[in-house]
T-cell receptor
């Protein structure tokens, strides 16, 4: 499984945009980029995923570099409820492909 | 809204005892995952099922852990005997059959927090 690298922690103020980076220099052409987040004392929850083009949904935006070796999860206006650990995960196109979590980025949001 | 159900939410057991966790995935989800999460770390995949078949259990400590999904619906994860180092959160997740296209969104349960004393 291709690996991802994320900063251990980041901080933001409430209502400011947050850009969470992820490096995946060994990504293959068929790997999808997934983001999950885990709020305190809860199981992870899906945030967004993409392949080549930037993606938007109600939770966040995903910006993917042209060479696909990095991506950025964008929270447009951070709230206190966005304080969580954010995981960037690569998965392939096989039935047996797995969600392998790293250590993620712990996001702190200050009022 | 459909969700993955896990029980119990909390379990305290003595070392060398047996313990079991139960997971009921979202209806129609063919793929089921069991993860173990030690405090401060990311979830570690223990076993993945596709319907009733084990797809991957390479990280499952098979001398003491077992997992089954007999009818391809709900699943049980068992530890026997439990050791102090097994204290962790055990998470279950499910997703639709990927069908060889892409791993679809996985839905996680609230987890079972196990404490071995």
């Amino acid at each position: 499984d291709a690996k991802t690298t994320q900063p251990n922690s980041m901080e933001s103020n409430e209502e400011e945009p947050v850009h969470l980076p992820c490096n995946h220099s060994t990504i293959s052409g068929t790997d999808y980029i997934h983001w999950y987040r885990q709020l305190p004392s809860q199981g992870p929850e899906y945030v967004i995923h993409g392949l080549t083009s930037n993606v938007n949904n109600r939770m966040a935006s995903l910006a993917i570099a042209e060479d696909r070796k990095s991506s950025t999860l964008i929270l447009h206006r951070a709230t206190l409820r966005d304080a969580a650990v954010y995981y960037c995960i690569l998965t392939g196109r096989s039935d047996t492909d797995k969600l392998i979590f790293g250590t993620g980025t712990r996001l702190q949001v200050f009022p | 809204e459909a969700e993955v159900a896990q029980s119990p939410r909390y379990k305290i057991t003595e070392k060398s005892q047996a313990v079991a966790f139960w997971c009921d995935p979202i209806s129609g989800h063919a793929t089921l995952y069991w993860y173990r999460q030690i405090l401060g770390q990311g979830p570690e995949l223990l076993v993945q099922f596709q319907d009733e078949s084990v797809v991957d259990d390479s990280q499952l400590p098979k001398d003491r852990f077992s997992a089954e999904r007999l009818k391809g619906v709900d699943s049980t994860l068992k530890i026997q005997p439990a050791e102090l180092g097994d204290s962790a959160m055990y998470l279950c997740a499910s997703s639709l059959d990927a069908g060889g296209v892409v791993v679809t969104e996985a839905f996680f349960g609230q987890g079972t927090r196990l404490t071995v004393v």
